[in-house]
């Protein structure tokens, strides 16, 4: 499996920003796919996964209602819609992929990494 994430950038606070994540290697059918996040001198932390075959959804609480999770099951792509970007929104985002369609946080679970893409919100 091979992951790679895009689309970071510096952004206003307020803004919108929108990472891609072309996936390849499986066919994904029973996969769950994640975004996390990772701030200078801080963990990893949970952002949103999406189970690859029927589109559930799970997002971590401070993201809920700015970020938006899909994934394009011709392309091969995972997309992270964010909006009202924050601050505290600043880090390296990294996409994931786990093979079983059972949506969690805990990033020990997921199996497959991609490189990251740093999203820079100023305030």
């Known amino acids: 499996v091979q992951l790679q994430a895009s689309g970071g950038g510096w952004v206003q606070a307020g803004g919108s920003l929108r990472l891609s994540c072309a996936a390849s290697?499986?066919?994904?059918?029973?996969?769950?796919m994640g975004w996390f996040r990772q701030a200078p001198g801080k963990e990893r932390e949970f952002v949103a996964a999406?189970?690859?075959?029927?589109?559930?959804?799970y997002y971590e609480d401070s993201v809920k209602g700015r970020f938006t999770i899909s994934r394009d099951k011709v392309n091969y792509a995972l997309y992270l819609e964010m909006t009202s970007l924050k601050a505290e929104d600043t880090a390296v985002y990294y996409c994931?992929?786990?093979?079983?369609?059972?949506?969690?946080?805990?990033?020990?679970?997921?199996?497959?990494w991609g490189q990251g893409t740093l999203v820079t919100v100023s305030s």
């Open positions: 994931a992929a786990k093979s079983s369609e059972w949506l969690t946080g805990n990033y020990r679970q997921y199996e497959y």
């Open positions: 290697g499986r066919t994904f059918s029973r996969y769950a």
């Open positions: 999406i189970s690859w075959s029927i589109g559930r959804t």
